[in-house]
């Protein structure tokens, strides 16, 4: 096979990306997608395309609200500030993608994938999550208010900082995930799983945390009031002081480190 000189290469990829920055929106929705383009400030708004392939695209400030784009690829895509407000993405994969202050407020991504995805300061606000992946994702600071996360894996992830207030976390599974000063007030988060999890000062307050497993969970300054704790797991947490559990409530089937005790829910 003959050489092809470095620079040879990088000239087909630079000509290659002008060749798609030259396509219209239109003509990338009927051919179903553009992977490895260069697509920045590109409008997508309320295309409908089923399957589509942007993998490996940079999206930087790309406008896909309100777009239909159920089981598209945007693995390793370059999407900061990108537009997905309203958009349909049930089954998308954006594993290893960049999307730091990308908005995804109201978005439908139930069973998407964001595997190792970079979300810092995301906007997933009220979106539909059932079931997506986010093991090992970057989330710190992300705004996830009010959003479905029942059934989510967040496990490994990082999500310092993260408002999770008053969302549905039944079932969800954060393994081993950091959620230090996150706040999880009023958030349903029953049978949940943070085994290992770090949520040293992590606001709890009025959360329902009955049936979930914190065991070898950090919670030391964790904020705990009127926390239901009925039937959770808490052996071996860490951090863990009386003066939290006597704010919180439980039951019979708490399970607590040796010395420690719970008031009764009523």
Known sequence: ???VPPIAVALSALLLAAEAAAQTPDEIVTAGGCPDCRLEDFSFREAQIEGADFSESTMREADF????LPNGSFREATLQRAEFEKAVLTGADF???SMRDADLEKAELA???FVEADLREVDLGEAVLTGADFTGADLRDGFLRRSSLANAVFAGALMDGADLERT???GADFTAARLERADLDRADARGARFRDADLSAA????TDLSGADLSGATL???LMRRTNLSGADLT????LEQRQLTLACGDAATRLPKGLSVPPCN
């Open 1 to 3: 096979m003959p050489h």
């Open 236 to 239: 071996e947490a860490k951090g």
């Open 95 to 97: 594993s290893e993608a």
């Open 168 to 170: 549905d976390l039944t």
């Open 203 to 206: 606001r709890l307050s009025s």
């Open 220 to 222: 030391d300054g964790a």
């Open 65 to 68: 609200k309100n777009a239909v």
């Open 111 to 113: 069973g998407a994938r």
